[in-house]
């Protein structure tokens, strides 16, 4: 079943102790899609200016992305550029250019209207929701936000919240969202405000599943080297959620299994700069690692 | 097959978010003894002064515990304060009197030198290495250090890791002993130092193994409240060694379940002040967290 992800598309000008890239293609959308298309076709939603070409779009060339969603506008598009330093675990943006990302209006085109999963990249909340709305049949409605939205329109956010299935977070922004700092409790208390499921990302140390009835931990693989973190936590959402739409199935089971693609994902992502190790991914390597976390997880009783 | 541990045995007075426990009986080797018991017979070497009586010993009774170990010494026991704020990752020491511990020097009866399994606490890493030498024949060597010794003692704390087959640290140790951030490389460098397995705990993210050929993870419990942290490191020492003793094997699957036993009797210890979650558990408590900690981790391909 095809995933549909609206989000940033951009120009990414990254520096990490590994070295640096300039105006390389980014955004949480790109990540998304690169990624959900190892496992679902990909429709996508998102914003360029005109001075992403032919040579931009190439990433997304060859894969099953359906990239009649991404319009273009008069302008530059969206550029971000951050620093990594010490431990890797948060961003030091340097610089933010909103450019025609600003006045982003997500259009679906009709054919997306079919679309049984959907993504909603970290945006504003009020134009998630215009989104969601539009796909009121959708089988499953994943969200993502930022402390930016939690904080300076939370109202709006839990107008969205109500209406999707799956938040997928780091546990910075769950324990700020529910104002509680134990991550049980807080996973909890975000449960009741709509998403049956909460995905709650912890960096190095892996992520966890809260469902009504179960909490499921995956380990941070445990890499020698991380060249640079930036779409980490979109591509583990791509990796979630395309896993979910190639199984069509939101059991127990494939949702374990949907956390464990994301990490294996956000994974790869990490050991080259941007999208570079996405770009030459097999689908034997993500098996191969799949495998690996069953073999750092299992026991026998 | 009985399991010994040598370390401290202390009156804590102790002061956390959720109120205070004052001259409670602590230490390292209380809290392994007491929790290894549930799993095999134990025997402690520890020094006690003589404000240590019938009513402290208490703790050890009705135990596998072998107390003869237990050195009674002129003057006053051990003492630590200790308070926790905020995360409660980490004590901040209040006071420290070492008092009859200063002059410990572990003496071993008899019956002891036949023990098969060796836990050596966190004390001077020359004293470690002492009793170490006194047990040439164990089965497995386990030692736990800290930072004062890792940076006071470098040489003797390499001389004794020379001798020892699991250490059982934390990830900032681990980081301190091989000068090296990333865990994934630090833990190779360590085991090149001495012991075949490392353990690594990380407080409210688990714990992991390494060996030559592979790693494993296991996830802290998720508590909705941790009332007291002090002793859940030698909880889980108490835990990984006593279940290892019980099993009298050495495999893969066994060090598996040991660090996932470890993990199970951490996540009880904090429950509660001191030691008083360990003196009233029951062993199908144990087994149905250890079971818990399986649906937390497991998935199928």
Do not use: Q
């Given at each position: 079943m095809p995933v549909l992800v609206v989000g940033s598309v951009a120009f990414d000008t990254l520096k990490t102790p590994y070295g640096q890239a300039n105006e390389v293609v980014g955004g949480a959308a790109t990540y998304f899609s690169i990624t959900a298309s190892f496992f679902a076709p990909v429709n996508i939603v998102a914003v360029v200016g005109d001075d992403f070409g032919p040579e931009q779009l190439k990433v997304f060339e060859g894969r099953r992305i359906d990239t009649r969603g991404i319009e273009r506008a008069a302008g530059r598009t969206f550029r971000w550029s951050g620093e990594y330093t010490g431990d890797m675990n948060e961003a030091k943006t340097l610089d933010t250019q909103l450019n025609v990302f600003e006045r982003f209006q997500p259009k679906l085109p009709a054919p997306y209207l079919a679309s049984d999963f959907v993504f909603l990249a970290n945006i504003q909340p009020t134009l998630q929701l215009a989104v969601r709305e539009q796909l009121p049949n959708a089988k499953l409605v994943g969200l993502d936000t930022m402390n930016f939205w939690i904080n300076g329109t939370p109202e709006d956010l839990r107008r969205t919240l109500a209406r999707v299935d799956v938040l997928i977070i780091n546990d910075k922004e769950a324990r700020t969202i529910a104002g509680i700092d134990n991550l049980r409790r807080a996973a909890a208390a975000i449960r009741k405000l709509g998403p049956s499921t909460l995905v709650v990302k912890r960096g190095e140390y892996g992520a966890c599943l809260f469902q009504e009835n179960s909490i499921f931990f995956a380990p941070g693989y445990p890499l020698e080297e991380v060249h640079d973190p930036t779409g980490a936590g979109d591509t583990f959402a791509g990796g979630f959620m395309g896993y979910l739409a190639s199984a069509g199935d939101l059991s127990d089971?494939?949702?374990?299994?949907?956390?464990?693609?994301?990490?294996?994902?956000?994974?790869?992502?990490?050991?080259?700069?941007?999208?570079?190790?996405?770009?030459?991914?097999?689908?034997?390597?993500?098996?191969?690692?799949?495998?690996?976390?069953?073999?750092?997880?299992?026991?026998?009783?």
């Open positions: 089971g494939c949702l374990r299994r949907a956390l464990i693609y994301g990490s294996v994902m956000a994974s790869f992502a990490v050991e080259e700069f941007g999208v570079s190790r996405l770009l030459r991914l097999t689908r034997s390597e993500i098996d191969a690692r799949f495998n690996e976390f069953k073999s750092m997880t299992h026991f026998e009783v």
